[in-house]
C-alpha cells in the first residue's frame, strides 16, 4: 500500500513538472474543504481530534483535482501530526481580490531548522514517523507544485509541540 502511494505521488509531480497546460474551471474552494473533511473524520475521531470549518464560500479558478489534493495533503497531515485530542481549524475566506485557505493544527509542530527543507521531495522531519502514519514524504512537495501552478503564495507558521498553520492565498 506504502508503496503503491509512493508510485503514485511521483507520477503526479513527474505530470506537474511537465508544465502540461490543463483546462481551469470555477472552484467553490469551500465546497473542496467539505468533501475532504468528510473523508478525515473517521481518522480524527478515532484520536479524539476535532475539525472546525470556517469561512465562506470563495471561488477561485484552477484545476479542481490538483486543488482538491492541497486540500487534502494539508489537512490529512494536520490529523496525522496532531497530538491526542487535538483540534484542526480549516479556515476560507476574501481578503480583496484574494482567497485565502488556512488550515492550522494543534500538533507536533516542525523544529525550525527544519523548516524550510519541509517541501522538499521525500523529505520526512521524522522518519521513525513514517511507518506509523504511512506517509511518503512527497505530500507537501505536491502542494508546493500545484500552488506554484495555480500562482498561489504558499506560508508556514509552525513551532515545535505548538502547531503548526500553512496559509494558501490565490
Not at 509531480?13 to 508544465?19: A, N
Not at 492541497?70 to 475566506?93: F, H, P, T
Not at 482567497?99 to 523548516?115: F, N, S, W
Not at 505536491?142 to 503564495?153: L, S, T
Amino acid at each position: 500500500s506504502r508503496l503503491v502511494n509512493l508510485i503514485e505521488d511521483v507520477i503526479r509531480i513527474s505530470h506537474m513538472d511537465e508544465g502540461v497546460e490543463i483546462p481551469r474551471e470555477d472552484i467553490d474552494l469551500m465546497a473542496v474543504v467539505k468533501e475532504v473533511i468528510e473523508t478525515l473524520q473517521t481518522a480524527a475521531q478515532k484520536r479524539g481530534i476535532s475539525i472546525r470549518i470556517s469561512g465562506d464560500h470563495c471561488h477561485i479558478q484552477g484545476v479542481r483535482s490538483m486543488i482538491y489534493e492541497i486540500v487534502q495533503n494539508l489537512c490529512d497531515n494536520a490529523v496525522k501530526y496532531n497530538v491526542e485530542n487535538g483540534s484542526v481549524d480549516v479556515a476560507v475566506k476574501r481578503s480583496g481580490k484574494r482567497t485565502l485557505l488556512k488550515v492550522k493544527d494543534t500538533g507536533i509542530g516542525i523544529p525550525a531548522e527544519r523548516q524550510r527543507r519541509i517541501f522538499q521531495p521525500f523529505y520526512r522531519v521524522d522518519k521513525s514517523h513514517s511507518r506509523a502514519t504511512g506517509g511518503t514524504g512527497l505530500g507537501l512537495a505536491i502542494v508546493k507544485h500545484v500552488a506554484q501552478i495555480h500562482k498561489a503564495e504558499l506560508e508556514l507558521n509552525s513551532e515545535e509541540k505548538s502547531g503548526t498553520s500553512v496559509v494558501l492565498t490565490f
